[in-house]
């Protein structure tokens, strides 16, 4: 059975540093690219940070500069480090494949910034 499970998250002021861990339940070796996801209130998940297999990584426009991603295929896991959040960084934040697989989603995990 294939399951994400995100851990790390929960609240920070703003220039506070949460980590997230993606941890996956089979070996990412194969998967070409991981990454973050995030739905803040009342809006459409997007999202935030790719990173491929050979480490390279991509990030929106909103968290460049400020967040890192990261993979450990030896850990079959997955990593966001967020660095001087925003209230704007509220939200939900998810690990899944990229492309996609809406059978993926794990439960997401909370993060709240106050200013």
């Known amino acids: 059975q294939v399951e994400l499970v995100e851990s790390g998250g929960g609240l920070g002021q703003a220039g506070g540093v949460p980590r997230h861990s993606c941890a996956a339940s089979w070996s990412i070796n194969s998967v070409n690219a991981m990454a973050w996801y995030r739905q803040a209130p009342g809006k459409k998940r997007e999202s935030v940070a790719i990173?491929?297999?050979?480490?390279?990584?991509n990030y929106a426009v909103s968290v460049k500069g400020r967040f890192t991603i990261s993979r450990d295929n030896a850990k079959n896991s997955v990593y966001l480090q967020m660095n001087n959040l925003k209230p704007e960084d509220t939200g939900v934040y998810y690990c899944n494949v990229e492309p996609v697989r809406g059978d993926y989603w794990g439960q997401g995990t909370q993060v709240t910034v106050s200013s």
């Open positions: 990173v491929n297999r050979r480490g390279s990584t």
